[in-house]
């Protein structure tokens, strides 16, 4: 799998923050906001993206690879690309074949339902079975149901007096955009269905078994 990283450099003294970095799969999905920090004993290290569990003081990844093999090349590729960033000047590090252009994913939905919540559904994307995406909601809005990707609150306010979002991790490409939320909103309204035939099932005195996965969803 093709992917490329960006790095910029942190001098901030005091600071254990050395540097951020993103990273865009198979030129078709970004994720960003990844930290490059400094143990106590100078020893650089990857932090991702990630929100604290309200109340439980504990910190879960929103993107992460999901194998041990490939969190260990992607982390040493991240410090790779910024040692090239401090001996070439050069922010940007390919990683794999220019010509590589598919990106196999897949995608998990669970349907949600939340009272005074506008949320239906929560997903995860896989992608090339080595990486996850979390936190993924698809919200019903006036215009029907759409997918809104995981987002922190920035510091910044809009015309309307309201705090700005901006997302974490998102496609680069209105391309795989469509194509990924195509596949997000046919997997939720299969995955809505087969609740509704459980809850027929309930009603009638049978019960079809199902197991859906812990999305960990941040409140909001």
């Known amino acids: 799998m093709k992917y490329e990283i960006t790095v910029g450099e942190v001098k901030t003294q005091n600071s254990n923050v050395r540097g951020y970095a993103s990273v865009v799969f198979g030129d078709s ?4 906001n990844i930290t490059i920090l400094a143990n106590r004993d100078n020893r650089l290290y990857i932090s991702m ?4 569990k309200s109340g439980e003081g504990e910190r879960k990844d929103i993107c992460y690879p ?6 260990g090349e992607l982390e040493a590729n991240i410090l790779l690309a910024l040692e090239n960033l401090q001996q070439t000047k050069q922010n940007k590090y390919l990683v794999g074949d220019a010509q590589d252009m598919e990106l196999p994913f897949t995608v998990a939905v669970t349907p949600f339902e939340k009272e005074n919540s506008s949320i239906r559904g929560l997903a995860r994307i896989y992608i090339a079975d080595c ?5 993924i909601s698809l919200i019903m809005g006036k215009k029907g149901l759409f997918v809104s990707m995981p987002s922190y609150k920035t510091n910044q306010i809009d015309e309307n007096n309201r705090s700005v979002y901006r997302d974490i991790c998102f496609p680069v ?3 795989f955009r469509g194509k ?14 087969e609740v509704q035939e459980q809850i027929r099932g309930q009603e009638e005195g049978f019960m079809p078994g199902q197991d859906f996965p812990d999305m960990d969803l941040p409140t909001r």
């Open 29 to 32: 999905f970004k994720v960003s």
């Open 49 to 52: 993206p990630h929100y604290a």
């Open 66 to 71: 999901t194998t041990k093999e490939f969190r």
């Open 131 to 135: 990486f996850a995406v979390s936190n």
């Open 173 to 175: 490409t209105a391309e």
């Open 180 to 193: 990924l939320n195509t596949l997000l909103t046919d997997a939720y309204e299969k995955a809505a269905a």
